[in-house]
């Protein structure tokens, strides 16, 4: 099973200074995709430089030329899915169908609460995941539709001509429940993964693998239960966020180790972040561009 690799860019660059150099160079260096995170801010870059993802994605499209492009990931928390769907349909003509929606249900941070709304529950979220992502598929699937759902309306909304990508754009689900998990076996093209959160702290390599194998066979049995077949799906790991998060960019064989037991799971692609000096992201430029030119094709 060939692995690719794909890297997220986050948009804490002036476009000028630096971030169109990253994008480019991404694409030099072979990346299969580049994503960025869609929020409004995230975390420890609250206080730090942050602009707008779908702009950003939308420059990005105009200065490469084979990269793919997406989310990793984008939900209900700050978008709704008729103007979405405008926005998600003008960057797939503008990209020449480059992109992939990465999509989740979201969290409670700052971009649960950014528009005065309450946070909402877990149940809640999955409630409002439920209904967007299905209602997102009609919208960028047929040229006019009205919905009146418990959270979302479209009324007789257009979306002429349609994607580039046919039927639509591809949807990568991120999912670990399991209403997610069925989500990602109806409308997904792939599905993706962190992990398991719970390890993220005290965990080992170990268990995180056995979770993340868990994960998969979950996804197979929701793929099963609607008469899919689950390697259909390509499977992304968005690396960083497991036990060995601080090792697996300290060298070329770290990440081949790495990336192999991940391989042998059945994860498809792993995503690994763009160094950023001073952060949780930084790692040495040289080294993570060894990776990027040498590890797919040691891991084959």
């Not at 630096?18 to 869609?38: C, I, M, S, V």
């Not at 990793?72 to 008729?82: A, D, E, G, I, K």
């Not at 979405?84 to 992939?100: H, M, N, P, Q, W």
Request: charged share 25%; aromatic share 8%.
């Amino acid at each position: 099973m060939t692995l690719r690799l794909s890297t997220v860019i986050l948009p804490v660059h002036r476009w000028h200074e630096g971030g169109r150099a990253a994008w480019q160079r991404a694409e030099e260096l072979g990346f299969h995709a580049g994503y960025t995170y869609d929020h409004l801010s995230w975390r420890s870059f609250r206080e730090r430089t942050w602009f707008g993802a779908l702009p950003t994605l939308t420059a990005a499209a105009t200065a490469t030329e084979r990269l793919r492009l997406g989310t990793l990931v984008t939900s209900p928390n700050f978008r709704h899915p008729v103007t979405l769907a405008k926005e998600l349909l003008s960057l797939d003509d503008i990209s020449g169908g480059r992109v992939t929606l990465g999509i989740g249900a979201g969290g409670n941070g700052f971009d649960a609460t950014a528009l005065g709304q309450e946070a909402w529950t877990p149940r809640e979220r999955a409630d409002r995941f439920a209904e967007f992502v299905p209602l997102l598929d009609r919208l960028l699937t047929e040229q006019s539709v009205t919905q009146h759902g418990d959270f979302y309306t479209a009324d007789d909304v257009r979306t002429i001509p349609g994607c580039v990508q046919r039927p639509r754009l591809p949807f990568a689900v991120a999912a670990t429940g399991p209403r997610g998990l069925k989500l990602a076996a109806r409308h997904g093209q792939a599905w993706v993964t962190t992990g398991d959160p719970k390890l993220y702290e005290e965990g080992t390599p170990e268990q995180s693998l056995a979770a993340i194998r868990g994960q998969i066979e979950k996804l197979g049995k929701a793929c099963a239960e609607i008469g899919r077949d689950a390697t259909e799906l390509d499977k992304i790991l968005l690396a960083g966020f497991t036990p060995e998060r601080n090792t697996v960019l300290d060298s070329h064989d770290a990440f081949v180790d790495f990336a192999g037991r991940h391989q042998e799971l059945g994860v498809t692609e792993i995503v690994i972040h763009w160094p950023i000096p001073d952060s949780v992201f930084a790692a040495d430029q040289a080294v993570f561009e060894k990776i990027a030119t040498e590890a797919v094709a040691q891991l084959g």
